[in-house]
């Protein structure tokens, strides 16, 4: 039996690959959801236990939808060398292949790709099945970040690749059909921990907080608080040479994992908004993270959406704090990204007393209401993926696709919601045939994107 937090619970791995056809669906799926919801997750083969949650092999669930019929469910480890136990430092240096390959899943150019933000992407199939890393045609030579960015107006995707030794920080650009067209190394970047940015019409923004590289840290994430790491947002403007005119601002002390979004206002001002911890709230989470007795302590411990806006005429900063709930895993509306939202998403966690459920949330940005959907005791509701309605011109015209994971019955189930009212019964609930672990992040991937 295992104390780690992580292989407990809604977090308990699961031991085998399976694919299950015709699944029972309730409800009436709507027929403009024909694609794949594909999730991934950490996931320590048997026997296996990681000292960091970020270091479990990397597995992707997919659930197949074809208008209006739930044809399959499968799930399938991404088979990179670290699975079968191949270490990330060798003598010649951090071997890229060798990924757990298990925070994200995205498409681009046609590509499926599993990520982890210290490696190379992995290629799948359209079936799950590890096709092998992926490089760009030789292009990318450095990790990629496993939170990139699709500009939803050029179809281009905007990562970055961050080391803890120059070069800290590099941007790339490849094309809607995944030629690499721009790399640049960003100036003034430090060894600060960046797990994720946002960009703009016409910026990049990268965010670098109070949490950087740590040799003393030995548990396999090389990374810890620190007072004397200035906590900074850099403003780069997009296309070649921007790097050249990149500017940093200082902001207050903490750390943002994920963002929400970033725009330019009517002002020309940048606003960016996300999740963000204080020192405390960092190391109650690295405590679940790493299995630390902790009573009490969550994936996300005190971490409350915060909103920096950037002058870059006046040369400042100002941020506040806008939501006392302890939320994470941010989403919008895709076709907003770069661009003003009214509307957008999260998962807020019980505090750190155990105290309330996971619950789904969603913010109006324009009148400041919050809308609650509690899943229930026993149920982990997974991060909500947004998928517009066939037809719609309403910027929440759509369903928010999430995976719930349920203790009761040792079971999940993926629910299709209406994302313009959350009160309203879901749309479609889709029972899958085992229980999926839970937490991290997935993509919808349509049929027009294969």
Known sequence: MTSKPYLTGHYTPVTDEITATGLTVEGNLPPELTGRLIRNSHNPKPGITPAHWFKGSGMVHGIRLRE???????????????????PYMTDKGPDLTASTAGTHVIEHGGRLLALCESNLPFELTADLETVGAYDFGGK???????????????????????????????????????????????????????????????YVVFLEGSVTFDMSEHSGIPYSWSDSQEARIGVMPRGAGGADKVRWFDILPGYGMHFANAYEDANGRIVVEGPTVGREGWQRSWNWWVGAP?????????????????????????????????????????????REHRYQYALSFPDDLGIGNHTLVKYDRRTGVRQLLPVGNGQLPSEAVFVQAAGATDEDAGYLLTVVSDLNANASKMLVLDASDLSVPPVATIHLPRRVPAMIHGSWIPDTAA
């Open 294 to 338: 902790d009573r009490g302590a969550e994936p996300n411990s005190r971490s409350r959406t915060r909103r920096w806006t950037v002058d870059l005429t006046a040369g400042r900063v100002e941020e506040e704090q806008i939501d006392d709930l302890t939320v994470e895993f941010p989403t919008i509306n895709e076709a907003y990204t770069g």
């Open 68 to 86: 209006g019929r739930a044809e399959w469910y499968r799930n399938r480890w991404v088979h990179t060398p670290a699975l079968d136990g191949a």
């Open 140 to 202: 990318l030579t450095s990790a990629m970040t496993a939170h990139p960015k699709e500009d939803p107006a050029t179809g281009e995707l905007h990562f970055f690749a961050s080391s803890p030794f120059p070069p800290f920080l590099i941007h790339h650009v490849a094309s809607p059909d995944g030629q690499v067209l721009q790399s640049q190394e960003v100036p003034g970047a430090s060894a600060a921990l960046k797990h994720d940015f946002a960009i703009t019409e016409h």
